[in-house]
C-alpha cells in the first residue's frame, strides 16, 4: 500500500508536538512537510536522519505540494483561510482541523473513534479534550438518563496552550485550583450539539501538566446498582481497546503520556436515582493528538488504532 503523505501546518504547540511524534512512527504514513511561523528554515527534530525543514506558514508564501492530508494545528480562528489555499491545491487532499472552528459546522466530519461512523468524507474535525472525555460518559447511558448533567472537569494547564495567560500563569497556578468560563464554556456547547442536549459543565485548570479528571452527576430514570452499570459499560466499550472500565475511581497519573481512556468510581444514591463517576484522559494525547491520528487512520481507509503506540 502507497505510503500517506502529511502535512502539519503549525505543528509548534503542545499538541502539534504530540501529533509529530505519533506520526513519526506511523508505519503507513510520511511526514512530508511542516508549516511554522516563527520556526520557518529551521531544522526539524523528530529523529537523526530526517532532514526536513520548517516551512513558511505565511499564507501568501504556502507551498504546497503533493500531500495526500493535512493536519491544522493552529490556534482557533484561523483555519478557513488554509482550508481554502488547500482546497484550491488539491481538493481531494484530507484536511484535519484540530480547532474548535468547524466543530458546528454540519459539512465536515466530526468524530470521537469509539463513538462515531468512519470517516466519510475528506473535512474532518477533531473534538475538543473535555468534550471527549464527557461523550465517553453521557453516551452509554442515553437512554436511562433524564434531566440535565452535571460535569466537574479539572485539567492541566497544558490545555490553556503555550501562550502565556492567566489560565497557565505558573505564580497564580501555584499550590491552586482556577475556575473559569462557568457558563456556556465551548465544550459544553459541543457536546449538547454532538450528543445530549441537557448539560452544565464547569471547567477548572490546576497547577500540573497535563490530564483531565471528569467528574459527572447523573440523574437514572430508574433505580440500579453499580453491577449493571459497569455491565453496561464494559459491554458498550468491549470492542475498544483504548477504554478501561475500573471499580474504583481513576487518578490522572494512570492516563498520562498514554492514550487511555479510564473510566470509574461508579456510585449510586438510591434516595435521588443519581449516579456519579469519573473519567480521566490525557488532553494533549486522547483528547487531541491521539483522536487526530485516529480520525486520519479512518479517512485512509486504515484501523483506528495503527500508530497509536503511547497506550499503555
Not at 502529511?6 to 512537510?33: D, F, M, T
Not at 489560565?167 to 465551548?186: E, G, P
Not at 465544550?187 to 497547577?207: D, N, Q, S
Not at 456510585?267 to 443519581?274: A, G, I, P, S, V
Request: proline share 4%; aromatic share 10%; glycine share 6%.
Amino acid at each position: 500500500m502507497k505510503i500517506k503523505k502529511i502535512g502539519i501546518l503549525g505543528a509548534r504547540g503542545y499538541v502539534g508536538n504530540e501529533v509529530l511524534n505519533l506520526l513519526s512512527q506511523h508505519p503507513k504514513v510520511h511526514i512530508h512537510s511542516i508549516f511554522s511561523r516563527s520556526k520557518c528554515g529551521e531544522k526539524i527534530e523528530i529523529n537523526p536522519t530526517s532532514s526536513l525543514i520548517y516551512k513558511d506558514l505565511s499564507i501568501e508564501n504556502l507551498e504546497l505540494e503533493s500531500e495526500d492530508a493535512f493536519i491544522l494545528a493552529l490556534p482557533n480562528g484561523e483555519a478557513s483561510k488554509y482550508v481554502n489555499a488547500i482546497h484550491k491545491h488539491n481538493p481531494e487532499a484530507i484536511i484535519l482541523d484540530l480547532s474548535s472552528d468547524y466543530r458546528f459546522d454540519d459539512t465536515w466530519s466530526y468524530r470521537i473513534p469509539e463513538l462515531n461512523n468512519p470517516i466519510s468524507g475528506t473535512k474532518i474535525s477533531n473534538p475538543g479534550c473535555y468534550a471527549t472525555a464527557m461523550q465517553f460518559m453521557v453516551t452509554p447511558l442515553k437512554d436511562i438518563i433524564i434531566d440535565y448533567v452535571n460535569f466537574f472537569g479539572i485539567s492541566g494547564h497544558s490545555g490553556a496552550g503555550a501562550t502565556p495567560n492567566s489560565r497557565n500563569d505558573k505564580q497564580l497556578l501555584s499550590d491552586n485550583v482556577i475556575a473559569y468560563s462557568l457558563v456556556d464554556h465551548l465544550h459544553e456547547r459541543e457536546v449538547k450539539k454532538h450528543c445530549y442536549e441537557k448539560i452544565l459543565f464547569t471547567p477548572h485548570v490546576a497547577e500540573f501538566f497535563r490530564g483531565i479528571l471528569m467528574t459527572g452527576n447523573f440523574f437514572l430514570t430508574q433505580s440500579t446498582s453499580i453491577s449493571k452499570i459497569m455491565q453496561l459499560f464494559e459491554t458498550f466499550y468491549v470492542n475498544h481497546k483504548l477504554i478501561q472500565i475500573q471499580t474504583s475511581a481513576p487518578n490522572l497519573q494512570q492516563v498520562r503520556d498514554t492514550s487511555k481512556v479510564i473510566i470509574g468510581g461508579f456510585e449510586f444514591d438510591t434516595k435521588l436515582n443519581r449516579l456519579s463517576f469519573c473519567c480521566v484522559i490525557d488532553n494533549l494525547l486522547k483528547g487531541a493528538a491521539t483522536q487526530a491520528i485516529q480520525n486520519l487512520n479512518s479517512a485512509f481507509g486504515f484501523e483506528d488504532n495503527l500508530g497509536i503506540i503511547k497506550s499503555n
